[in-house]
């Protein structure tokens, strides 16, 4: 049981990593970012790209995949995204979802559509009480309970976060103080980004890497919003956890049924408190 419900904090974890950027730019700009999974998915594959160029520091390339993804993001947010602003969740449905065909096509004309594996970049493992656990999934877990409070004193204490807060309340409000708010949806928009790969590449090791790798998390994802809160940041984090422990347990006992379990939370949580889009 306790290797579950470590396999849980680990699904969790991921699930935060990419959960909180769509909870940021559907909080703030009201788009269903269907790109979101493109992001995610580009970053695992630079990722393979860094590795073989830097000979297996994964760390390095990690890092590297993540600032690859940060120009991308910003081309898609600029050409794409900024024109549905204030348009109808169809259009950005259809809009970041044709973005999201367009980029997995590319994927599979330069990488190709065989699985990629991954080993453990760590290796090491950590006991305790006569048990042995994987340290990269506790490594995992911890970086994002630090990314969460990095995350809440970015948003309490600087002026970008606090005006991000403040558009999440009232965005006409903030357009009515005399600020650019677009300016500040593109950065929300390019950190959830970030964040997504930031997650494909932490979950990289432990999962198949494929072309269509990031559609079934970004579903999961989308549940882990709407359970947590849309734009509730906090809310985020409790739900990426709770819901990771769910698919956890659930596979222990019944594993076709860990995602299905998911979406059956989030129909409960939808009929008591349906969502306001």
């Avoid at 700009?29 to 493109?38: D, E, G, P």
């Avoid at 065909?101 to 006569?130: H, N, Q």
């Avoid at 819901?243 to 347990?249: R, S």
Wanted: hydrophobic share 55%; glycine share 10%.
């Amino acid at each position: 049981m306790i290797y579950t419900i470590l396999y849980g904090f680990t699904i969790g974890a991921i699930l935060y990593f990419i959960s909180i950027g769509l909870s940021l730019t559907f909080g703030t700009i009201r788009v269903i970012n269907f790109a979101h999974t493109l992001t995610y998915t580009i970053g695992v594959y630079m990722l393979l790209t860094f590795i073989g160029y830097y000979k297996g520091f994964f760390f390095i390339s990690g890092s590297l995949a993540v600032l690859v993804v940060i120009p991308i993001s910003y081309v898609i947010e600029r050409f794409i995204i900024r024109r549905l602003y204030g348009e109808s969740l169809d259009y950005t449905f259809i809009a970041t979802f044709a973005v999201t065909l367009i980029g997995v096509d590319t994927i599979k004309w330069i990488w190709g559509v065989s699985p990629y594996p991954l080993s453990d970049p760590i290796g090491a493992y950590l006991a305790v009480w006569g048990m042995t656990f994987p340290l990269y999934r506790v490594f995992i877990v911890l970086i994002a309970i630090l990314l969460f409070f990095a995350l809440d004193l970015f948003f309490k204490k600087t002026i970008v976060g606090k005006i991000v807060v403040a558009a999440l309340e009232d965005k006409d409000g903030v357009r009515c103080l005399g600020i650019n708010v677009d300016k500040y949806f593109s950065i929300v928009f390019i950190l959830g980004s970030a964040l997504a790969a930031l997650g494909g590449v932490l979950y990289a090791p432990i999962s198949s890497i494929h072309p269509y790798m990031g559609l079934s998390v970004l579903l999961l994802s989308f549940a882990v919003v709407i359970v947590g809160g849309m734009g509730n940041l906090k809310g985020t984090f409790v739900s990426a956890f709770a819901l990771g422990m769910v698919m956890a347990i659930t596979a222990r006992y019944w594993s076709q049924g860990a995602e299905t379990m998911v979406f059956i939370v989030m129909a409960i949580v939808l009929i008591f408190k349906p969502i306001d889009i």
